[in-house]
T-cell receptor
Framework: SAVISQKPSRDICQRGTSLTIQCQVD?????MFWYRQQPGQSLTLIAT?????????ESGFVIDKFPISRPNLTFSTLTVSNMSPEDSSIYLCSVRTGEYYEQYFGPGTRLTVT | AQKITQTQPGMFVQEKEAVTLDCTYD???????LFWYKQPSSGEMIFLIY??????QNATEGRYSLNFQKARKSANLVISASQLGDSAMYFC??????????FGKGTRLHILP
């Protein structure tokens, strides 16, 4: 398994501003993933971040809105840019590791945009 | 089309009874993996159990077992002797050959004392 921390755990932000979420893992991992969980909904994959390469975004998500950095094998950031109330969600990072390449998740960042 | 279907949005079960959470999936990849995750009200995602598409036996992990019926593309989670702490949201998920894991909409399980 992996121990994953995220900062901040929650934030309330004004419309039009940006927030950067940090994800730290206790071991080196090749792939990191960013998910969004809107209120009462399931998890939706935003992008896959490999160290040393550009993130790969899923349909409906673009780099200008959700820029991602992956400077090393234990750390990644997701920025939510030019926020609107529709961006209010829980944002989770995860890593793939373990016997079955299962994914382990951070505790999430609960974002509210007013 | 949805790749993971969980038809039970909510379930109520008496404590100590067994419970089955349904999951069907859709894929054309010959190699895939199926997962179940638990999300308590605290919000964390907890990995419960895994079943590989080539596994001959149904996966088991403590009180959790996965009823894998490949021909029917079904991967139901069975929780034996349910406990109050099992009350949570449960997500079925699948990994295909592109390595991405996609999630179903979830089932909210309520265990009644």
């Amino acid at each position: 398994s992996a121990v994953i921390s995220q900062k901040p755990s929650r934030d309330i932000c004004q419309r039009g501003t940006s927030l950067t979420i940090q994800c730290q893992v206790d071991s080196q991992v090749t792939m990191m993933f960013w998910y969004r969980q809107q209120p009462g909904q399931s998890l939706t994959l935003i992008a896959t971040a490999n160290q040393g390469s550009e993130a790969t975004y899923e349909s409906g998500f673009v780099i200008d809105k959700f820029p991602i950095s992956r400077p090393n094998l234990t750390f990644s950031t997701l920025t939510v840019s030019n926020m609107s109330p529709e961006d209010s969600s829980i944002y989770l990072c995860s890593v793939r590791t373990g016997e079955y390449y299962e994914q382990y998740f951070g505790p999430g960042t609960r974002l509210t945009v007013t | 089309a949805q790749k993971i279907t969980q038809t039970q949005p909510g379930m109520f079960v008496q404590e100590k009874e067994a419970v089955t959470l349904d999951c069907t999936y859709d894929t054309s990849d010959p190699s895939y993996g199926l997962f179940w995750y638990k999300q308590p009200s605290s919000g964390e995602m907890i990995f419960l159990i895994y079943q590989g598409s080539y596994d001959q036996q149904n996966a088991t992990e403590g009180r959790y077992s996965l009823n894998f019926q490949k021909a029917r593309k079904s991967a139901n989670l069975v929780i034996s002797a349910s406990q109050l702490g099992d009350s949570a949201m449960y997500f079925c998920a699948m990994r295909e050959e592109d390595d991405k894991i996609i999630f179903g909409k979830g089932t909210r399980l309520h265990i009644l004392p």
